[in-house]
């Protein structure tokens, strides 16, 4: 580890921060190919497999970069990995938060709270459409989804009950 | 347009209970659905936005640069209390996860193998999928009303989820119609 490789990774994750318009993983391409190809943290098959470990980790899907950060350069390096993906697209979230509650009253902020419901619906089942495809989903799986929207959706169960209750039948092997 | 009907939202959260309710959504959402999650507590549980803005603010944060749900904190976050707010969010959203993710990645680079959480995380990740199908129901229940929105609804779920056509072409299409079909009608007095 050495000053080079940190900003290295503070140039390279700042500007993924930037890039990344459409979320993080719009910029996957862009990251396996310096962090492997350019830089030799770690090589390909390492890439992939942190990948998955860093999807299946609870919390926002980006933590891929923490691991990497870590393999290049410590625990220092995970740090500013992970801050340098955050703060420059976070700063820009502010700015657009600050100017959408000052724009209470506007005739644009009441159009897109309208019209933008139907498409973030849309954009959410397709996530879910999306999420089950990567998780490889068999029948049994699908039947599981089943029966936990139908409780999700008219029961009033705490959701973390259920989501404990298919993790431990994922445990047993059952789907 | 009921006039004055979004007043009642809750009190402003202080920053140590932004940094803790992110913390339980970030935990929460171990088998995915993290968008599922959020509404869930931040609309259903803590009351502190209303389904429409929670909604618009989604989408904006997808469409701004940045993990999608780390935005989604930022926005929450400095809703309440500026930048302190965005921060302790953030924090609370990842400081958990992300001391996680260094004992897996530790332990990967270590042994060389993949830690056996497969089985539970298939598990999960089944519910995780139901909770957001869920969010989508109950959200849909309440916007998708009348022929426009059910179009705009079906052709960005036909598009970005079936064709996996990218985020912001399907958005540069249909958010123009979207806004338009939205804009506020003009007061007959």
Redesign the interface.
Known sequence: MNAKTLIQILLLFSSL????????NTVLPEMHHKAVSNYHWLTDK?FA??F???Q????????IV??LG??AAG?LG??LA?IA??V???I???I???V??SAKES??R???????????????????????KA?D?DWR??L??????V???TTKIN??F?????????????? | MTPNSSTSEAPTPSLVELALTFNHIALASFGGGLSAWSREIVVVQKNWMRDEEFLSAVTMCRILPGANQVNLAVFVGSKFRGIPGAVAATFGLTLVPVILVLILAWFYFQYNEVPALQGILKGAAAAAVALTISMAIKTGQKCLRGVVPVILFALIFYANGIHHWPLLGCLAVLAPIALIWGWPKEKKS
């Open positions: 921060s930037i890039l990344s318009i459409g979320g993080g390492q497999d942190i998955a470990i860093s299946s980790a609870p919390g926002p899907s980006i933590l923490t691991m870590y393999k625990v995970a740090i992970t993906m955050m420059p697209a976070g820009l979230v502010y657009v938060s600050r959408w509650e005739p644009v009441a159009a897109i709270e309208k019209g933008f419901a139907p498409l973030t619906v849309g954009l959410v089942l397709a996530s879910a459409f999306v999420m089950s998780a989903h799986a699908f599981l989804t089943g029966i936990c929207t409780i999700f959706t959701p973390l259920i989501v404990s209750i298919a993790g431990f039948i994922g445990w047993m092997g059952w789907v």
